[in-house]
């Protein structure tokens, strides 16, 4: 017998057809003895619909009526599951945040899981109910409903498997696993097997979006193996292999790079001939901080004639405005000469836990770019990840190239 | 300073328009220097919509589970009622069911409140705050979200208005107050200052649908002054006077006849030839009683040639086919010779407390009713009503000629 988390988002959970197709797969491991803990999202849309009719009431909405009015939705989709499964003859019942509870801190609209009372899930499981639990919300001190953020029903399956203990969380999703890469650009992309906590963490906040990273890190650190697969059941319900979330030393045969990915939603900005003085970085990232403008790669020119240095940094597109104006505003006291903004730019990234015992990786990166006449614009890089800042249209060829170049490309 | 419980039904809270005239309304009641806990029915539809899905998914639904997902709608209108009091500027804050608590039995689907704890509620209105009530909702001693059946807000409304010892109960509705009769029918109709709770609730189950019946008996026996008015108001969110519901020794000069009511929803079912013997009432009732259809009046004629007589009685139109089937099952058991069914009746009530104290009453309503040829098929009385059954065709006939016989007429 095994005890699984099984979570199943937005477009697994769209129409009552898609529910009745959850509980075939939910039934059938059932009937193989395992007890089954299901996480819902909201049907598909219904969380933009009801963001919409806050923001249309309130534009500066109160986070407290925005987490109640926004978690109706599970409250919904976890009833219809519920309904579904005992219509297949599966005993269950659905389970609100506040319910079991799923205790959070006060803070609205992105609470984090402080702990979960497992005693009522464990008792219904021991009596072979399938506990259907309505994901992306908790309870704060002040008993009121919270929620996790975007993808925050990710962060509850996982933190109700370290809570359980449970053998296994399966995230059901629209995508059947990890690719190397994107298999819409790079055709000759693999699923992986396996891949590291590390690399999903790198490979999710840059990009892949499959996991929400909160949930990767939450998996890690309660060392909760993660099983990404897709919900799209073949015949009978039966579920193709997906990919598997698990510690280092699960895996065997490590390659070097597991993957290389892209993101589009980036933006640099030069800013000419920055005073070289002491406390200047602080002076100029300060505010832009202060403004809720996160600033991802940054590179510093010497120029050595006049004091004074340019300074490249990159945030996210959406945010360039916001950024340009913030130094606008103050710009005299920061002494610099002008800012020249590009928005036509893309990150390229190589991750790879296999980095940390390999030489070359780099070089070969770099290689593999001058090779196909792709300026490298900015670089950074973490333990087990390169990234590249490229002008936006070599995007696709830069990802075929290194998917190439590190041997990725399935035989 | 009072404290007044305001209720607004789905039509009421159907768009976020609606919702800010309410906000306007509740803004100036609070601004007056007043205490105002709002109770909210769900926006208008959606109750339909989630009930049709929970069919869908299951068509012998899971009462609990049908619940959690009915009452997510009451969620979604009191957050965003609450959104649009605070920008309105007025402080507000949304409260389910579970929150408060308001404790129910544990009857899915039609829970009877066992009591409200206000602690919280007295708390936030102390702070100028207004208190926004998820209504129709409750919670169960096994920790799940009740609902209190259709109407249920009135309830709601009505229960906390007594546990705070409210001044006042508002029920805002598409009406702008309780008519001496339909207007639609009797353009002659007026609309009545004020009705003892008695009257209410007689012309409430009689078919005026103003009000639950429910919330009637209970505003009786806590004695809360109820008032029905338009949720349309006028120019500046100016409220027309609406109709008060109170205790009888409020009302000074007290009419005999306070209202004529109608209802199509009937059915006359006639045994032929039922045996005359001890206990055969209860073998017939019984089983229609078992199957849960309810039985309104009855009346049994005397055949004495062959000791059987004739029995018949009205069921609720939608409950006739049933009625007939459980009838037919215990035909041969009963020994009656033939049931007659009749779906074309219509049943005519004549209320008001005045009848106690005034004779005659039913006098003139058999003398104008026979004044324009209208059979009596069934006849029924209590301490403050009469009703006749007769032919539908008949309905809007009889309406306005009683109306106008005991001077009910606006002049």
Redesign the interface.
């Known amino acids: 017998m095994a005890q699984i988390v099984a979570k199943f988002g937005g477009t697994s959970v769209s129409d009552?057809q898609r529910?009745r197709d959850i509980a075939t797969t939910v039934k059938s491991e059932v009937e193989a003895g395992n007890q089954i803990v299901v996480v819902v999202s909201a049907m598909a849309g219904i969380t933009n619909d009801?963001v919409a009719?806050?923001r249309?009431?309130?534009p500066l909405?109160?986070a407290?009526?925005?987490d109640?009015?926004v978690?109706?939705g599970e409250?919904?989709s976890?009833?219809?599951l519920?309904?579904?499964l005992?219509?297949a003859g599966v005993s269950a019942?659905?389970w609100?945040g506040?319910?079991i509870p799923i205790n959070t801190d006060g803070v609205h609209g992105k609470a984090r899981i402080l702990g979960i009372d497992t005693e009522k899930i464990i008792k219904r499981l021991s009596e072979n109910q399938v506990c259907v639990i309505a994901g992306f919300q908790g309870l704060s001190p002040e008993?009121?409903i919270t929620t996790l953020g975007r993808g925050g029903s990710d962060t509850t399956a996982v933190a109700l498997a370290a809570a359980l203990k449970a053998d296994r969380c399966d995230i059901y999703t629209d995508v059947d696993g990890v690719y190397t890469s994107d298999p819409r650009i790079v055709t000759s992309a693999r699923k992986l097997e396996k891949i590291t906590y590390e690399e999903m963490l790198e490979m999710a906040s840059l990009g892949a979006k499959v996991l929400q990273t909160r949930s990767v890190e939450l998996a890690m650190s309660h060392k909760v193996p993660l099983q990404v697969l897709s919900s799209f059941t073949g015949m009978m319900g039966s579920v193709l292999p997906g990919t598997l979330v698990v510690a280092e030393e699960e895996i065997v045969e490590q390659e070097i790079v597991s993957g290389v990915t892209y993101s589009r939603d980036e933006a640099k900005i030069t800013l000419l001939q920055v005073p070289d003085r002491p406390g200047v970085a602080a002076a100029i990232f300060g505010p832009l901080s202060d403004a809720n403008v996160n600033v991802d790669m940054i590179v510093q020119n010497i120029s050595e004639n006049n004091n004074a240095t340019d300074l490249t940094f990159t945030v996210a597109r959406g945010e360039l405005d916001k950024a340009l104006e913030v130094l606008e505003s103050c710009k005299s006291e920061l002494g610099f000469l002008a800012s020249v903004p590009d928005s036509s730019v893309a990150k390229i990234s190589v991750v790879g836990v296999g980095m940390r015992s390999h030489a070359g990786v780099a070089k070969r990166m770099f290689a593999a770019l001058a090779e196909h006449n792709i300026n490298i614009l900015v670089i950074s890089t973490s333990e087990i990840k390169i990234s590249v800042l490229i002008a936006e249209e070599f995007t696709e060829l830069a990802l075929r190239a290194l998917h190439s170049a590190y041997g990725l490309d399935k035989t």
């Open positions: 009552l529910m009801l009719l806050a249309e009431a309130n909405h109160d407290r009526e925005y109640s009015i978690a109706s409250q919904v976890s009833g219809l519920s309904l579904c005992q219509e019942r659905s609100q506040w319910q008993n009121r």
